[in-house]
T-cell receptor, first 115, second 115 residues
């Protein structure tokens, strides 16, 4: 079945430590890939996206993500986490076979940052 | 420029009442999406508009839910005879087009509580 999976529901890291949030997808053709962040009480903000080309994508707020076709993964990384990064992170896809552009989201990963 | 706006930000209603949720997309964005975010179901697609037409209503959970868009701009999501399971945050997003796909920009959401 087609799906987007974020294996980690909750992650805690210390401020200044590195971060990696996992995302795996299951689609016949590589979908368009996105990472969104949602701070408490806020809407969703796009961090970065992958459509094609260079597999390492740079986003806002110092985030990057790497697309790995062989692993059907699009993991989000940040070298040094700040307390303000505490939020919920969603991986999302738009299947290439559709023509509506609707996003299909993973279940989300809640990031807690320890001082 | 102005982002996507939604109103009201919070709505408390009694079970059985009808509610209307409003979305003002970014000017010039032809595609508009409604999503629902709830604890049990995560982020779910509801409906998408291209201009004033809705080619994909597949996410609407029941016939109590309907939506319209007028003038290629403002959209209203209506829930009739609200039930407690309708309690959720309703998010609206807009994008330049569905061919791309272009980035979706999200509003802050309307938190609906059905008592």
């Amino acid at each position: 079945a087609q799906s987007v999976t974020q294996p980690d529901i909750h992650i805690t890291v210390s401020e200044g430590a590195s971060l990696e949030l996992r995302c795996n997808y299951s689609y016949g053709a590589t979908p368009y890939l996105f990472w969104y962040v949602q701070s408490p009480g806020q809407g969703l903000q796009l961090l970065l996206k992958y459509f094609s080309g260079d597999t390492l994508v740079q986003g806002i707020k110092g985030f990057e993500a790497e697309f790995k076709r062989s692993q059907s993964s699009f993991n989000l990384r940040k070298p040094s986490v700040h307390w303000s990064d505490a939020a919920e992170y969603f991986c999302a896809v738009v299947p290439r076979s559709g023509n509506t552009g609707k996003l299909i989201f993973g279940q989300g990963t809640t990031l807690q940052v320890k001082p | 420029g102005a982002g996507v706006s939604q109103s009201p930000s919070n709505k408390v209603t009694e079970k059985g009442k009808d509610v209307e949720l409003r979305c003002d997309p970014i000017s010039g964005h032809t595609a508009l999406y409604w999503y629902r975010q709830s604890l049990g179901q995560g982020l779910e697609f509801l409906i998408y508009f291209q201009g004033n037409s809705a080619p994909d209503k597949s996410g609407l959970p029941s016939d109590r839910f309907s939506a319209e868009r007028t003038g290629g701009s403002v959209s209203t999501l209506t829930i009739q005879r609200t039930q407690q399971e309708d309690s959720a945050v309703y998010l609206c997003a807009s994008s330049l087009s569905t061919s791309g796909p272009y980035e979706q920009y999200f509003g802050p959401g309307t938190r609906l509580t059905v008592t």
